[in-house]
């Protein structure tokens, strides 16, 4: 399979649940991001990684927790979630940091929390 | 302040016209990237055109052109002879160069378009 696969595509959870998020690239990239994306809201970028190292953590609260066991891997682990975190989370990844280099997306994980 | 501004939360284009997407940007680094996606009900984030900041011309990608005035700092996409299937989410977003770190894609807040038969 080629390009971001995120699993799985939809997801409803209670507030007492703990579930992962799970990112899969096969591009070769060596950055990885999570992003968030609300009803009329802006895209916000929750966590980047390169080469498997954490780099940016945009003041993301812990009950999401992030995990790059390698490059071509990326989860986002989930905990005691509040409803209003319910959105579509999107993986994204990269070849490189210069400016010319745009991110493949994954198609989301849509979460509703309950 | 917005790094990316995007006007029009809506557009209503009539099928084989032309459109244009309104994008403004942000920023005090010479070295940056312009960059539009199309987002469909699916979800996905699909790449459709880059200008960088150095180029002499305007980007073109099949039915997709950036108007890219850099005095204006503006970076709007074009998308001629509209079909049914370009009615989806476009967001312009940009990366900046800030040196040799790896700086993430900012988006604007979208622009929702709309073909109509």
């Given at each position: 399979e080629t390009g971001v696969t995120q699993t799985p595509r939809h997801l409803v959870m209670g507030m007492t649940n703990k579930k992962s998020l799970k990112c899969e690239q096969h591009l070769g990239h060596n950055a990885m991001y999570w992003?968030?994306?609300s009803a009329k809201k802006p895209l916000e970028l929750m966590f980047v990684y390169n080469f498997k190292e954490?780099?940016?953590?945009?003041?993301?609260?812990?009950r999401f927790s992030p995990e790059c066991p390698n490059?071509?891997?990326l989860f986002l682990h989930l905990h005691t979630l509040q409803p209003e975190d319910s959105a579509l989370y999107l993986c994204a990844s990269s070849q490189g940091?210069?400016?010319?280099?745009?991110?493949?997306?994954?198609s989301g994980t849509r979460l509703t929390v309950v | 302040a917005q790094k990316i501004t995007q006007t029009q939360p809506g557009m209503f284009v009539q099928e084989k016209e032309a459109v244009t997407l309104d994008c403004t940007y942000d920023t005090s680094?010479?070295?940056y990237g312009l960059f539009w996606y199309k987002q469909p009900?699916?979800?996905?984030?699909?790449?459709?055109?880059?200008?960088?900041?150095?180029?002499?011309?305007?980007?073109?990608?099949?039915?997709y052109s950036l108007n890219f005035q850099k005095a204006r700092k503006s970076a709007n996409l074009v998308i001629s002879a509209s079909q049914l299937g370009d009615s989806a989410m476009y967001f312009c977003a940009m990366r900046e160069g800030r040196g040799s770190g790896n700086t993430p894609l900012v988006f604007g807040k979208g622009t929702r378009l709309s073909v109509i038969a």
């Open positions: 992003y968030k994306q954490q780099t940016e953590n945009n003041s993301v609260p812990s490059s071509s891997h940091s210069g400016t010319n280099y745009g991110y493949t997306f994954g | 680094d010479p070295s009900s699916s979800g996905e984030m699909i790449f459709l055109i880059y200008q960088g900041s150095y180029d002499q011309q305007n980007a073109t990608e099949g039915r």
